[in-house]
């Protein structure tokens, strides 16, 4: 009987699949209505439970601890076979031990996933709304297309890549809505640590999210990788592929080529859907990798975004032509506009609605050439490895002792994580990166020197990121054909076992070490780059040093002891994601600190409570003024203020240290009226151009306690900074400087380098019975520049 009632009850279920509506209160998209990440997650049960044509699957938890769901929708049919068809995509991603002709029979039977996500960018609000319309037209349309959408693939639908954001956005939204403050600026991080830079962490995948998308892409080895945002040129409504020069020369042509056919494919979907505005090929080129959909292009899924229009949140507006740029108000088709959009209303919905229909376009062009496309991606992998087998680098070598080997075991690590084979060499004692191996096109993007072609747009990004530069770690390219004996001596890892390096101040882990036993009351003593411990217990002592990959080498105490400095690092509402990424290192390196705000530093008495401050990159007037009055709630607005300068001044007069990143140097200058000129104020783009590229200083006194451990030479991330020329009065150390007869740059884009040439990058400048450090880079840069945190970790502590 009981059973009987719950399958009567299962039944009925099944035949009513609710629509978002029904269950949100709203329909998605909706004027002044956001769903949070939960509301989406809340529906999307509703929707499994109620159709056998969705299953849910948890990828993982986010930073803040959330429970991450994804959705596969498909036939049931396919859905019941869904291990053996990502078995295929597996297999045809390495295209190991599968002959042409195999390829061609597994593409014609095999159902390929097509990744769509609701995006990252939380503020971008209906990236997130669109996908819950999408999920249940997916589940229940019975048109042709959707049909045939839901015979031929299996979507793998992410209604969000940055869950915690959605949450955060939409309650900043309800709690304003309504107010003055309806579509104010957020005043804090849509992801826990690097707001909008976590479609930038693509691939060191520092960031939990970048980790959970990675993995479970390389578990289902997606087809297709589609993220939706909203930022597009306008008065453009939809932002497509083909995007602008320049590109990456190491991505395999035919990721391109789709690239091209699928947004060129969407605008005509939207234009036959009655949606004008698709423009392509402006502001955002493909040079820069980091981005989480770009990177899977490496792996042969064809990854890309689009940009949709925004206005605020879920509020409307309406547009008139006398807002669009000039040269965009006569209407004129272009090549690449070919629909141009004629102004008027612009509502979450019309957003929403884009969304979804390049979505359906994506899934539609898929259905249709997933044989092509999935045999494309085969080839793609086949003639990578083809590739390296006759042309050089045939691998990369990375020595296991080094100057810093703790982080060229990240950098190690990193590459597995990207699906990356990493092999042991047991002479020489190093990790080898075979490059016959289908993912390979993404080391060489990494390993070598960017050469920037000649400058005609503004780059999107960066343009130099060599990573073991970045990371100060020694790796040799072999580009002569490896012998049999070498390849003989090699083993598969699947993780780095058995380092350990001297626990001295030129491994970054070092740190970590020496706060953890600081924060067990231990003694430890600097000398040069000697680091000495005293009063701990040794087997705790031991436990700590293996755990971060070191080992003692000096017996007893050797130098002075240190203790650990009351950090302060400042926390603006002008949300920063230099500060985000700061905030993660010293918690990942184990530095106890505390987060200032505005209201903190106003308040005063800072000396009484603070040793060491740090303000990131940030332009003066946004740390003196941050949000203007009346454009937030009175809480999140203004800066720092006169008075707050005046309290960093007297905390520096009395002994404090204040470090200032990059442009907060000016700042600091500025302020404390410090004897330094920014040599490089006031130069127009024709007449210095750097707009983030890798250059190398020198280290200009390796005895002062400021840079031990730094290598002699390193290479810092260079973006828009300042540097330096001290006047006659200055009293301090230059801690490192550009070389002077030669120009700096060792990966990217530099104009005139002789304007940088000889000026100072590093300074320690005397104030009072303190010091301000200046460094006029970016020594964090993303988390990705290793080569360069003690230039600020050696600062952290007291002697
Ligand atoms: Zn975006």
Known sequence: ????????????????????????????????????????????????????????????????????????????????????????????????????????????????????????????????????????????????????????????????????????????????????????????????????????????????ESQVITRATLDTQPLVFYTHHQSAPFPGRIYLPPFADPISGNMHPLMLRWLSLIGTSIAQYLDQHGMSGSMHEETFDVWYPGYIDNIGNFRHTISFFTETALYHYATPHFYTVDEFPQTRQDMRAEMFYSSPWRGGWWRLSDACRYMHSA?????????????????????????????????????????????????????????????????????PDAWVILMNQPFSGMVKELFEVQNYPELRQRPYDVTGWTLPMQMGIEVHAMTTPLTPEFRAGLERISSVKGLAAPFSRSANASFRAVNEILAGRGTVSFAGDEIGVSNFDKTKLESILAANRLRAVTAAQTGKPVRAARLGLYRPWVASMDEGWTRWIFEQFAFPFTSLYNADIIAGHLRESYDVIVITDAQ????????????????????????GADELRQFVNAGGTLIAFNNASLFAIEQFKLPVENALAGLRPDQFFCSGCLLTVHVEDPKNSLVAGLSSDPVVMFERGPAFDTKSDFKGAVLARYPRERSPLASGYLLHPERIQGKAAALDVNYGKGRVILLGFRPQWRGQSHGTYKFFFNALYLQ
């Open 359 to 427: 979505s359906m376009a994506v899934l539609d062009m898929a259905a249709k050439y997933r044989e092509q496309m999935v045999y494309n991606k085969y080839l793609a992998a086949r003639d990578t490895i083809a590739y390296f087998e006759k042309e050089p680098p045939f691998a990369y070598v990375i020595p296991r002792e080094q100057h810093d080997a703790p982080t060229a075991a990240v950098l190690v690590e990193k590459l597995m994580l990207q699906g990356i084979e990493v092999h042991q060499s047991a002479k």
């Open 1 to 208: 009987m009981r059973y009987s009632i719950l399958l009567t009850f299962a039944l009925a279920a099944l035949a009513e699949v609710p629509p978002p509506e029904s269950v949100l209160g709203h329909k998605p998209g909706d004027d002044f209505y956001l769903a949070t990440y939960d509301d989406a997650l809340g529906y999307f049960r509703k929707l499994a439970a109620s159709s056998n044509r969705i299953k849910l699957a948890q990828v993982g938890k986010t930073t803040q601890g959330r429970d991450w769901y994804i959705a596969f929708i498909s036939s049931p049919e396919n859905l019941a076979q869904f291990d053996h068809y990502k078995d295929v995509s597996r297999r045809l991603a390495v295209a190991r031990g599968i002959s042409e002709a195999q390829a061609r029979a597994l593409a014609r039977e095999t159902k390929p996933i097509i990744h769509i996500d609701g995006g990252l960018h939380a503020t971008e609000v209906a990236n997130a709304q669109h996908t819950i319309q999408l999920g249940y037209d997916l589940v229940t349309r019975e048109d042709e297309e959707t049909k045939a959408v839901r015979d031929n693939l299996i979507t793998e639908l992410w209604f969000s890549i940055n869950p915690d954001g959605q949450n955060i956005v939409a309650n900043w939204y309800r709690q304003n809505l309504g107010t003055p403050f309806e579509v104010s600026p957020l005043p804090v991080l849509y992801q826990e640590y690097v707001g909008h830079d976590n479609n930038r962490d693509g691939y060191m995948l520092n960031m939990i």
């Open 620 to 643: 003066p007037r946004a740390i003196m003024e941050g949000h203007r009055p009346g454009t937030i709630p009175a809480r999140y607005a203004g800066g720092i203020s006169e008075q």
